[in-house]
């Protein structure tokens, strides 16, 4: 699972610095990461305090640091 995990933070890492901000919604539509392991690395991300949330109108937007 955790590998699973580090992968899809990897994947989310980079389409963020690709992309720049995103919503969890957009990010989770265009990289085919299941919701659950865009959340669980979100987190991991979080932890390694690699990642940036912030509510913009009712959508978390994500932006690395």
Same mark, same amino acid.
């Given at each position: 699972?955790?590998?699973?995990?580090?992968? +899809? +933070?990897? *994947?989310?890492?980079?389409? @963020?610095?690709?992309?720049?901000?995103?919503?969890?919604?957009?990010?989770?539509?265009?990289t085919g990461i299941n919701r659950n392991d865009v959340?669980r690395a979100i987190g991991w991300l979080s932890k390694?305090?690699? @990642?940036? *949330?912030?509510?913009?109108?009712?959508?978390?937007? @994500?932006? @690395?640091?």
């Amino acid at each position: 699972m955790s590998n699973t995990i580090g992968d +899809a +933070a990897g *994947i989310i890492w980079q389409y @963020l610095d690709k992309n720049g901000p995103s919503s969890v919604n957009k990010v989770t539509t265009e990289t085919g990461i299941n919701r659950n392991d865009v959340q669980r690395a979100i987190g991991w991300l979080s932890k390694e305090d690699k @990642l940036s *949330i912030e509510m913009v109108g009712r959508a978390e937007t @994500l932006s @690395l640091k």
